[in-house]
C-alpha cells in the first residue's frame, strides 16, 4: 500500500465522524479532516490528525475520501458546491465513500452525477452508536458498484469491520433506514417499559435485568439500559439526528404509500424532546418525554 492509500479524508468531524477518525488513524491511516466546526478541527489534531482549510483543499490532497455530514443537503454540498470535492483540480481523488444517513433517491441520483465526472461514490451508512462506531462494532450498509466496495476493503476493514454489501447505490440509505425504524421503536419501547414498571413500584434496575433474561430482549438493552437508568444523556447519538431520520422514514414512506402508525409515534416523542430543548442529548433521552405524558 502506498503513502497515498494510507492518507483519508474525512469531511464531516461531529460524533460519529470523531469515531471514525479514531479508528482510521489506529489502523495507521493519516487522516486529513474538514469540519466547519474550528473545535472539532482541533479535537482531529489532538487525535493525531490534521486539519484542511477547506473540502476542495481536503480532496486536491487526499485521493480518498470519507464523508460523515449530518443530512443529504450536505451532502450534495460537499460533492458538487462550489467549493467541494468535485470543484478540485484534475487530481482531485476518485473515490469517496459517505457514511450520512441520505434520501434513498437523492443519494441515487447524487452517485449517478458523479460518475462522469470520474468519481466514484460509494454509499456506507453505520448501525451503531458514535461508541460503537469508535470500538468497531458499528455495521456497515454498503450500496453502489462492487467494484467501488472491493476498492474500498481497506478503508472499511478499519471503520466498520462487520458489514453487509446491500447491492445498488440507494440500498444502503434504504436499509439503513428500515433498521433505524427497528431500532427507535425499541428505543422507546424500552424506555416506556423502564418508566412503566418505576410507576408500578418495581425497581428499574432489577427489572431490566428481567428484561435482560425475558422474551423481550433486544440489543438496545445492553447499549442504553445503563444510560436510561443513571438518565445520562451524554450524547452518543442525539435527538435531533435521530429525528432527521425518522423524517426521512415518513418521507419515504409516503413515496412507497406505506403507513408507519409506530413510527409516527416515535416521531411526536423526538419533536417532544426538542420542544423542551433537549435536541442536543441521547436520544435515549425520549424517557423524558414518555415520563413527562401523564393521563
Known amino acids: 500500500m502506498t503513502d497515498t492509500n494510507k492518507t483519508v479524508g474525512l469531511i464531516g468531524l461531529g460524533l460519529i465522524g470523531t469515531a471514525l477518525a479514531r479508528r482510521l488513524l489506529g489502523a495507521g491511516y493519516a487522516v486529513v479532516g474538514f469540519d ?16 484542511a482549510g477547506s473540502v476542495t483543499a481536503l480532496a486536491r490532497e487526499c485521493r ?35 457514511v450520512t444517513t441520505s434520501d ?32 468497531g462494532d458499528g455495521v456497515g450498509l454498503i450500496g453502489g458498484e462492487r467494484a467501488a466496495f472491493d476498492e ?4 472499511l476493514d478499519a ?15 434504504k436499509t439503513k433506514l428500515a433498521v433505524n425504524l427497528i431500532l427507535g421503536i425499541n428505543r422507546a419501547a424500552l424506555a416506556e417499559g423502564l418508566v412503566f414498571a418505576e410507576r408500578m413500584g418495581l425497581d428499574p434496575r432489577a427489572f431490566l435485568e428481567v428484561a435482560r433474561g425475558s422474551a423481550a430482549y433486544s440489543q438496545i438493552m445492553d447499549v442504553k439500559g445503563e444510560k436510561l437508568l443513571n438518565r445520562d444523556f451524554t450524547a452518543h447519538g ?24 409506530l413510527t409516527a409515534v416515535s416521531a411526536r ?17 425520549v424517557i423524558e418525554e414518555i415520563r413527562r405524558l401523564q393521563q
Open 36 to 51: 466547519v466546526d474550528a473545535a472539532r478541527c482541533a479535537q482531529l489534531a489532538e487525535l493525531g490528525g490534521r486539519a
Open 64 to 98: 480518498r475520501i470519507v464523508i460523515a455530514v449530518f443530512n443529504t443537503d450536505q451532502l450534495e454540498e460537499v460533492v458538487e458546491g462550489e467549493s467541494g470535492i468535485l470543484a478540485a483540480s484534475a487530481s482531485s481523488p476518485r473515490f469517496a465513500l459517505t
Open 104 to 135: 434513498p433517491e437523492r443519494v441515487t441520483a447524487l452517485v449517478a452525477r458523479a460518475a462522469p465526472r470520474g468519481l466514484r461514490l460509494l454509499e456506507a451508512p453505520l448501525s451503531g452508536t458514535s461508541e460503537q462506531v469508535a470500538r
Open 152 to 155: 474500498a476493503a481497506d478503508i
Open 159 to 173: 471503520i466498520c469491520p462487520r458489514r453487509y454489501f446491500v447491492g445498488a447505490a440507494g440500498n444502503g440509505a
Open 238 to 261: 442525539k435527538i435531533t439526528q435521530s429525528l432527521k431520520d425518522v423524517h426521512l422514514m415518513l418521507e419515504y414512506a409516503r413515496h412507497v404509500q406505506q403507513v408507519l402508525p
Open 269 to 285: 416523542l423526538l419533536d417532544g424532546c426538542v420542544d423542551h430543548g433537549e435536541g442536543d442529548w441521547d436520544n435515549c433521552a
